[in-house]
C-alpha cells in the first residue's frame, strides 16, 4: 500500500524556517518524482516545487522559488522541503504526491494513479 506521511509543519514567524517532510513507502521511491503542494483556506491546491527520480533535477513555483529548496535521501525514502524567508503567504497545509504507475494487465497496460499524504500545517504570523 502507497503511503506518504508529512511532518514537520508549526507556527513561525515572518522570516522564519521550517523543514518539511514526506515519508514514503509501498512503491519503489528511486523510481517517482515527488511533489509537493498546498492549500490555503478557499484557494485551489498549488504546486510548490517537485525533485526527480532521474538526476535529481528540482523545479519551483515562482511564489517559492529563491526561499524553498526540496531535496530527496533514497536511502531514507524521504523527501524534504526546506523553507525559508517564511511569509504570511506561504500559509497553508502542505502535501506531498506521488503518481504511481500501475500495471493492471498481463500485457503490461498501465494506469498512472495519484497519491496525497495527510498534509501539515504551516502558519506564518506576521
Known amino acids: 500500500e502507497v503511503q506518504l506521511v508529512e511532518s514537520g509543519g508549526g507556527l513561525v514567524q515572518a522570516g522564519g524556517s521550517l523543514r518539511l517532510s514526506c515519508a514514503a513507502s509501498g512503491f519503489t521511491f528511486d523510481d517517482y518524482t515527488i511533489g509537493w503542494f498546498r492549500q490555503a483556506p478557499g484557494k485551489e491546491r498549488e504546486g510548490v516545487s517537485c525533485i526527480s527520480s532521474s538526476d535529481g533535477s528540482t523545479y519551483y513555483g515562482d511564489s517559492v522559488k529563491g526561499r524553498f529548496t526540496i531535496s530527496r535521501d533514497n536511502a531514507r525514502k524521504t523527501v524534504y522541503l526546506q523553507m525559508t524567508s517564511l511569509k504570511p503567504g506561504d500559509t497553508a497545509v502542505y502535501f506531498c504526491?506521488?503518481?504511481?504507475?500501475?500495471?493492471?494487465?498481463?500485457?503490461?497496460?498501465?494506469?498512472?494513479?495519484?497519491?496525497w499524504g495527510q498534509g501539515t500545517q504551516v502558519t506564518v504570523s506576521s
Open positions: 504526491n506521488v503518481e504511481v504507475v500501475v500495471v493492471i494487465n498481463v500485457e503490461g497496460a498501465s494506469i498512472r494513479r495519484d497519491y
